[in-house]
């Protein structure tokens, strides 16, 4: 007869409550047709990698959208916009390659054409397909409209760095800069400009993108001084980063929605103010094909063909819309203040 053996007891006498394994209850043998039965079945199960499907335990990566980007898409300003920008470039690039006539071409026994298949949009007091120049006349829109804009964003950055990052006196002499050039209307000052050197669309372009550039500077200064006191610009700061890198780094990309907003009107104030100064002769050069310069032309047949000068005048007219409601489709989706839910009280 076998006596059990004695409970294990701690260091003070006292049964101890630690369990012991029990040899009894071993676990079987895994042979190799259990080990790969399990396998087989773990192969089965979806998103589990094995032997039969060696790639199911990686994840597909999904294309991620950001979700401004989501927003503009459904905004309808930003399609009606987008799709006319579009057409503008599209247009101005295929004059470069196919115009139906020749926009310089004048035939006297065309003159007054009504439009038709033939000619899709008529013909003008000397004879010249509509149509045709007004594709040309596609390329000074959109090289004014460029040229602007790349002039205004120099400005505006210039001046808004030294009226946020700079010391006090030179904030506060910048500050008053601004606001006496922000009083000169931008025709005023591409008239002032035309008559010292002469009318061209190079001094269209200096003087809306100067003046505009005056406007986006003092917009984007508040906006540079906020972003600034930032952490991650002080953090940068501390790291020993100069303020040229902390700007390129860290501000202007903080910044960027308020200057593509400002970019934006600034190009449908470049081409309105091209077409104004071409319409009283200080925009583009005699013979060069605009929509303004082609107003100025046709006015005087209002009353008796109103169709020709209805094309040049819609083209204008829709150009300008369409960048305008470009830069506010860009504001609301980018702006926060603007995409925040609001607020229900009680």
Known sequence: MTTPAPAPRDSSGN??????????RADPPRTDSTRHASTRHASTRPGTAGPDNPRAGFARPRAHRPRWFVAFLRHPSALFGTAVVLLLLLSAGLSFIWTPYDPQR?????????PSFTHLLGTDNIGRDIFSV??????????????????????????????ALTARWVREGVAVLVDVLIAFPTLLIAMMLASAFGGSLLVVVLAVGFSFGVNIGRVSRPELRRVRRA????????????????????????????????????????????AGLSYLGY???SGTPSWGRM?????????????SVLWPGLAITLTVLAF???????????????TRAPVVTA
């Open 134 to 163: 007004l594709l040309v006349g596609a390329r000074v829109t959109v090289g004014v409209a460029l040229g602007s804009a790349v002039v205004a964003a120099i400005v505006g950055i210039a001046l808004a760095a030294l009226g």
């Open 295 to 307: 107003l100025a032309e046709l006015q005087s047949y209002i009353g008796i063909h109103p169709w």
């Open 283 to 285: 925009g583009a050069p």
């Open 15 to 24: 049964p101890s409550t630690q369990q012991q394994p029990d040899s009894t």
């Open 324 to 338: 305008n409601l470009l830069g506010d489709a860009i504001r609301d989706v980018t702006d926060p203040r603007l």
């Open 231 to 274: 952490d991650f610009v002080l953090a940068g700061r501390a790291a020993g980063r100069g303020p040229v890198r902390n700007l390129t780094t860290h501000l202007l990309p903080n910044v960027a929605p308020v200057f593509i907003v400002q970019l934006s009107w600034a190009m449908a104030v470049a081409i309105l103010a091209e």
């Open 106 to 114: 004048a035939n006297p026994y065309d003159q007054w054409l009504s």
